[in-house]
């Protein structure tokens, strides 16, 4: 699905008003402004749209870190096939303003089309690659909404223009705008509605001469198609798994899980806490996974870096836990808005001592909701913090999946205390720990105390060198049982060739895209796509042994030795020394292209 | 989501011994070995289910309590023991959660948890052994050791202003707030039973000699060592002209200037309020949503979710 063998092509300008819409199975849209033009919205509004119309969908977005201007885009895939990636090129760019033109116009493929807001943008006409649509969008959303709107309403202006030019269905659209707007006054609603309608009437077919359609995707009628971004896919994984209760505090691009959970849980009997800092945050998520219910606390980068101790702690005291990063681009507060992996070392030995935890990334939206629940499945059956590691991409990307089976997925879960009986012990050696919250009456009359300190199988402290070696063993091992019990992922495209690549979270797609459009072209290329990065899966070094090059493709540095952090621990790993790297710093996600250049050059 | 008491099982005597767990690893005529058999005395007055009590801690020689009270509990990180604390008790109101600490863990390190789980009024029962110095770690200065002491970390004595625990408490928004001295069990008994009822963040700061790095600091709140242990006046209301003189416990101004005297000051309650906690808020929430959503299992709620998301 590479631009070059894309369907959309429309020529150039024509005044025929009315024709035969062209069918095509995929459209990258770009919708580039300022923050306060609400294209989020808009977009998101597509995205939904599409979801619901059985198409595939994938968006991208970035907001400026500061709240009000500055520029700001939201890109939309829509498909008929599986979407992969929100697109290398646009093959339309909405361009609010002079700014938006100039730096969005790059990412245009050739013989895309630029539709421009002619009040705010003078394109340069000189440059022919181009199919340029002009229309007056602040003026016409002023004259349809009247003067106190001003040209608020221009992005849903917007959607009803490419409603137009999509053959979008329009009673679909409306009744998504009631849901967004029909909580609030009815003139929201009603302005929403009439600048809708504007855009839709207007007739978009004197300058452009193509209306384009949507082939009925295959999956039509199957399951019914879910659309979310990948912080709300964790939050509803979360509580899906049983998760009832959380604490946290406000970072981007982590807040809007705690924003939705703070919001839901209350509806399960649960609660989700904001705390005075991160530290406060995980001490009260602990004390709500010690009382017996497992919770969870979550934050990106820096605030995953205050929450240390207290991580090592539940290493130690072997207590469940989720932490959920949300990576942005670091050191320090970096990059906040963008995306990069660089936090996957901290995630596995960001700790004090020797303390292994669990680490799982998510592939995409709909992984964000599975992975949610297997980190859940993971900290109750071996006692022990688990780590999502998703990114800012997942986060704010929209995506359509097929719907959860909930039935099979939703388990409810409340604090075992049912007696325990005499001899009980907190930290059995032999076996794992799981712990008597309190409450629960101890037959013996003995009752366990759960500690930071080293500690004998009762939970008493020790400096015992014998029992801090075997404690220090019982914590190792039980992360290798959980290595047995995943499954060896499954190689994407040729099981045996002449390059693997090696993702881990968010750059799935683009991998997987890379993968299809080489194969397409005759070239040896198969991904293997890591969710289990520590314990990793067993079995890795069988799968790399049919590969001449092994190419680990992360968005992270290259590092002191020329290898990323992925690339790094399967190197030290398997001693293998065909594992190399390919990298990418920029904090924006990669591109197909930049995939396949940077691996078969 | 409470969690109903197990049935069905024989409800042992809290006694002294049932109580006592492993020996205290303190120094001998360390001042926390009375405030431990101060509170094995409340619980055995109170007869508290045994499995129903929770004690917590951070870190410090006084917070290896937990240890030495055969209780379910916890041996937390330094200076964070009130979050912890706070998860446990918000997520299990039939649980009682007492939470022990030095004034370090208190004042120092834990001073921004403790200001916000006072703010929040989180129901649980801190009781602050406070010795003006770090004990666990041999000798340096503490947030509450006066101007002059001479620490390994401040050889020519203590330049810091002290933190006023009262006034930081009242401050800070505590419900209870009250002052007692390690030599002095009964009144020690009184005040931890009475912060226990308290619903809310109640807190008890007990003067506790660390006889090993700074003897001799709270001799003058002990009459035994020439010093006076004077107790506040609680107002009965009782319209009498002495009454006038008694201190309101409510009054928060009130707190303040009785704060304000000179060491060693008075002991007792210095404030209380029945400010609603955030255990009631927060559940007063969770029961409104519970009946938004009519009673519905999780997986019918998160159904109606996806339906609206499709
Ligand atoms: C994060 C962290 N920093 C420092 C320490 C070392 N430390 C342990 S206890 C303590 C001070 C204890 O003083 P206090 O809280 O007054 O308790 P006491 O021993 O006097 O009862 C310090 C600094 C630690 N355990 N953890
Ligand atoms: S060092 Fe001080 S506080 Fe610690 S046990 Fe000894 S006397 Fe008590
Ligand atoms: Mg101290």
Redesign the interface.
Known sequence: MTSESHPVSPQPTTHRADLRPEHICDAVIRLAGNSQDGIQSAGALLA?LA??SDQDVMTYMTIPSTISGGPSLFQVRVGTGEVLSPGDEADFLVAFYQHSYKDNIAFLREGGVLLYDSDHVEPDFDDKRFVYVGIPITGLTVEALGGTAKDKGKNIFVLGLLARIFDFDVEKIKRLLR?KFGGKNESVLNTALMAFQAGYAYPVGNVLSTRYKFEVSEDAGGR?????DGNQAIA?GL??A?V??G?AYPITPWTTIMETLRA?L??????F?Q???E???V???????????L?ITGSSGPGISLKT??IG?ATM?EMPLIIVNVQRGGPSTGLPTNVEQSDLYQAIYGGHGDSPRVVLAPSNVEDCFYIAIEAARIARTYSTPVFILSDASLATRIQAFD??D??SL?V?F??N???RAPGFQPYPLEGLTQH???????LG?????????EHDEMG??TGSPRLHMAMTAKRRNKLQKLAGEIPTPEVFGDPEGEVLLVGWGSTYGPIHEAVKTASEAGESLSALHLRHLNPLPNGLEKIFAKFRRVVVVEMNDQGLYGYGQLASLLRARYCDPKITSLNKTSGLTFRVKEILEGVLK | ?S?P??VG?PT?KLTKK?LT??HPTWCPGCGDFAVLASFYKMLERRQLP?????TLAGIGCSSRF??FV????????HG?????????????P??HVFLFGGDGDAFSIGG??L??GARKNINVTYVIMDNFVYGLTKKQTSPTSPIGFKSKTDPQGAVDQPVNPMKKLVSAGASFVARSHATQVNHMVEMMDRAMQHPGFSVVEILSECVEFYPGAFDAGNPRKGGVFQLIEEKKWDGTPEDEERHDITDEIAAYKLASLPFPGLFGVFYESDRPTKNAL?AQ??QS??E??GGL???E???K??D???
């Not at chain 1, 009359?445 to 300190?453: D, Q």
């Not at chain 2, 964070?80 to 299990?92: E, I, K, Q, T, Y």
């Open positions: 939904r979801g619901r849901e019914p198609q879910l659309t979310m509803y509580i899906a049983g009832r209760y604490a839901e209350p509806k399960y009997g649960g609660l806490v705390c005075e800092d530290i406060g945050a001490s009260m998520a602990l004390g709500f996974s010690y009382s017996g219910h919770a101790e207290a702690w005291a719907e959860p909930l039935k939703v409810e409340l604090p205390l049912t007696p008597a919250p309190p409450g629960t009456p101890m009359g003995v009752y366990p105390t759960v500690t930071g300190l008493h402290p | 989501m969690t008491a197990a099982l042992e049932a767990a492993d045994h499995e129903k009590i929770v937990p240890y055969n209780t379910h509990g916890g041996h937390f990180i964070r023991a009130v979050p912890l604390a706070s998860g446990v008790s918000l997520a299990r039939d649980l921004n948890h200001e916000h927060e929430w969770v949503s519970r938004k959503t299992s999780a997986l709620i998160l159904q979710t996806f609206r998301m499709k």
